[in-house]
């Protein structure tokens, strides 16, 4: 089965269009993109499309009271609703450390959540 | 009274922090940057999402992360941050700079140089004059983003959102990851005025609805905000009959322009760009009062935080070699001009000190090959396309400048390439 995609490419400020042509699941032909970066966003958008998750915190005894977090990597598409909601429900107390990890492995991606500011 | 202050700074966002550590390695010995915020690190601690610092550190982070590598050098560097601390007045003639702060009272600084680096504000819903009633419910989108992402308050439930500038987009997806509904985005202009990763990743991903040429005509509600009319409208940016849609939402978040702060320069008799809407500066970003120097946001509205940092290190060191003597009164004024399809740019002199960047907008979207330029044949790099709501970059290299000394002017533009 052959079927072709269009998508911006998201790896950089300068995004791209891409144009991805598919062949049984598998990328065969990626146009469009100026580096390397593009050809393998391109790949993973089609297979296994990721984003990194962005979020805040609940924070108990902070100066602020959130504090925000990340996924240290990006996780799957799919499951960023499941992971907004984990994160939802977390409190956390102060002091926090860039950098700590504040749930392991989330909703099962082997990804982890980690905070994105010392919080005092 | 208090020491003697080399490099004051104000305004402790990514331009000053970057401003201090460049004043410090250029060997100024004092350098202090002031801060009205308790913390450090400016807009950048509620831009919350990855997306920075791609060209700085050669991978994406949060605005909190950025800032604190940033802040970190500067702290090893040696810089002295005042946080808490209010510049209310600059004098005019003696450049002494007035500051409150709760424990230090009122103080008088007298620094051998200045850097602005005050950042720019949203514009506001008085600026668009939207008919209908004012009701609670109305936001910039950075005010938004702050009450989200730093206080813990969600200011509504279903969203519209009008103005399609980076932040409108990032708030797009931020809102509807806090559970609520965004109805669209409106856009008055027939181009996107953030960039176009940011349409993919915060509004497509969502299935947000973004229109075009499009604006919000009237605004209804008492108390809370009930809902919005919204219009197609002409070329001529007026509405169109028959085009009006009512929209129930509780909120409505404005991303529709940023404009540099500059009272303090003002105050200061700072001569302003009246297109920019910040200092007119030299590539040594050195405003038109020789002691002051300018950087970031204050100066020219950027896409790229990075492209913010490099200009405010640049700024910093400029002012330590002003404060040290090391700027001649007679560098050379090559002035910029904008061609026919550049609505803004900075810098708008050019000393042929050093290599230098001229940052520039087009006016109208090219999509196709083109090509930016600086003439007289300065400069050349060809383009795939150039767009509004994004920067393009042109390279003058000092050794140009010197081996043409009889450079009266620079313009800078960017043209289709003509098919042959």
């Known amino acids: 089965m052959r079927e072709e995609r269009s998508f911006i490419c998201v790896s950089c400020p300068l995004g791209c269009g891409l144009n991805v042509i598919i062949e049984d699941g598998e990328v065969t032909y990626v146009s469009g993109n100026s580096c390397p970066r593009g050809a393998a966003y391109a790949k993973t958008e089609v297979k296994d499309p990721r984003r990194v998750f962005a979020s805040t915190v609940r924070v108990t005894g902070g100066k602020l009271p959130v504090c925000p977090i990340r996924s240290k990597t990006p996780a799957p598409k799919g499951k960023l609703s499941e992971i907004a909601k984990a994160v939802a429900a977390l409190n956390v107390k102060a002091p926090i450390k860039i950098g700590q990890v504040l749930i392991h492995n989330v909703c099962g991606t082997d990804v982890d959540i980690v905070a994105s500011r010392d919080l005092n | 009274m208090s020491k003697n202050i080399d490099v004051l700074i104000i305004g402790a966002g990514p331009a000053g922090v970057a401003a201090g550590i460049g004043a410090k390695k250029e ?215 028959g085009t009006e849609r009512f929209v129930p939402c509780d909120t409505l978040l404005l991303a529709i322009g940023l404009i540099p702060e500059n009272e303090l320069s003002r105050m200061a008799g700072i001569e302003i760009h009246p297109v920019t809407g910040g200092p007119v500066v030299n590539d040594l970003l050195q405003t038109s009062n020789p002691s002051v120097f300018a950087a970031g946001n204050v100066v020219i509205v950027y896409d790229l935080v990075d492209n913010v940092s490099d200009e405010g290190l640049i700024a910093g060191a400029n002012a330590a070699k002003y404060a040290a003597g090391k700027i001649s009164p007679n560098v050379k004024r090559i002035p910029v001009k904008g061609g ?67 450079i009266k002017e620079i313009t800078v533009d960017v043209q289709p390439e003509v098919k042959r």
């Open chain 2, 27 to 241: 060997g100024a010995e004092n350098v202090v940057v002031l801060e009205r915020d308790w913390d450090l690190g400016g807009i950048l601690q509620q831009c919350i999402h990855p997306g920075f610092g791609l060209r700085t550190f050669r991978e994406e982070l949060t605005g909190p992360e950025y800032m604190h590598r940033f802040i970190a050098q500067a702290h090893e560097a040696g810089v002295e941050f005042r946080t808490n601390t209010m510049v209310f007045q600059i004098d005019k003639d003696t450049n002494a700079v007035w500051t409150m702060n709760k424990e230090r009272g009122i103080e008088c600084l007298n620094p051998k140089s200045i850097v602005l680096t005050m950042g720019c504000r949203e514009r506001p819903l008085g600026a668009i004059r939207i008919p209908g009633t004012r009701p609670a419910g109305i936001y910039t989108a950075g005010t938004a983003q702050r009450f989200v992402n730093m206080e813990g308050y969600m200011p509504g439930k279903r969203a519209v959102i009008l103005g399609s500038g980076d932040i409108g987009l990032i708030m797009a997806r931020r809102m509807i990851w806090e559970g609520a509904e965004v109805e669209g985005v409106y856009e008055v202009m027939s181009w996107p005025g953030g960039l176009r990763r940011n349409i993919a990743q915060c509004l497509d991903d969502y299935g947000i609805p973004f229109h075009l040429k499009t604006t919000v005509t009237k605004i209804h509600g008492a108390d809370r905000l009930e809902g919005v009319t919204v219009a197609q409208v002409d070329d001529k940016m007026t509405p169109i009959k």
């Open chain 2, 340 to 406: 026919e399809n550049v609505r803004l740019f900075s810098p708008q002199f050019v000393t042929g000190e050093s290599d230098t960047i001229i940052y520039m907008r087009v006016t109208h979207p090219i999509e196709g090959a083109c090509k930016v330029i600086a003439e007289p044949g300065l400069y050349t790099q060809k383009l795939r396309y150039a767009r509004p709501g994004e920067m393009n970059e042109v390279r003058i290299k000092a050794s140009a400048i010197e081996a043409n000394p009889d």
